[in-house]
Every structure is written in C-alpha cells, then in structure tokens.
C-alpha cells in the first residue's frame, strides 16, 4: 500500500444483543463468522451534543469507550475522549502517533 494513502471506513452503528453499540452488518450470520469491529485499529463513534441554553450543537469524536460502544484507538494517540469532527485532524493524529 503507499504510504501516502488513508483509507477510511464510514459506518452505521447499531446496538448488539448484549446492548453494546457496534458496527452494522448485514446480519447475524456475518456477525456469528467475523467480529467487524476487531479488524480495525482505529474505531471513532461521531457524537452530537446540543448546548441547551445557547442552542449551539457541537459536532465531536468518542475516541475512548464509554463502556456502551467498541469505540477505540490505540492508548496515546488522543488524549481527550472527545475530539473535534475533522478528519483531517483525526489523519494527522494518527500519522503524528505513527511516525513520532
């Protein structure tokens, strides 16, 4: 692969039968066979929050499991559970943590 390539993933999540928010499949054959979510290093869960006195809505990234998601990212590559929704932030991180 060339090292200047990024290949992201856009998904839809959906919660599991233990609850859990996970990456949508197409069913419970491809989820009995593969664990989706286990193939990726880097799992970030989009997440909007509205300020109710200002009525600003924020866009932001989980980059941490909140313990109800298979949010993840490798430990030191962000340090805040939320990140702004910038992919180009989010490529820049990545290779910063990668390349030192």
Same mark, same amino acid.
């Given at each position: ?6 290949? *992201? ?5 959906? #919660?599991? +039968? ?7 499949? @197409? &069913?419970?054959?491809? =989820? ?24 600003? *809505? ?5 980059? #941490?499991? +909140? ?7 490798? @430990? &030191?590559?962000?340090? =805040? ?20």
């Amino acid at each position: 692969m060339r090292r200047n390539l990024n290949i *992201i993933c856009v998904n839809h999540a959906e #919660k599991g +039968d233990d609850g859990m928010l996970k990456l949508k499949t @197409a &069913g419970k054959l491809l =989820d009995n066979s593969v664990y989706l979510d286990g193939l990726f290093t880097f799992i970030l869960y989009s997440v909007v929050e509205k300020d109710f006195k200002s009525g600003k *809505i924020e866009y932001k990234f989980r980059t #941490k499991s +909140d313990g109800q998601s298979t949010c993840k990212t490798p @430990a &030191g590559c962000f340090d =805040d559970e939320f990140i702004p929704n910038d992919m180009g932030y989010v490529v820049d991180k990545i290779k910063e943590y990668y390349e030192g």
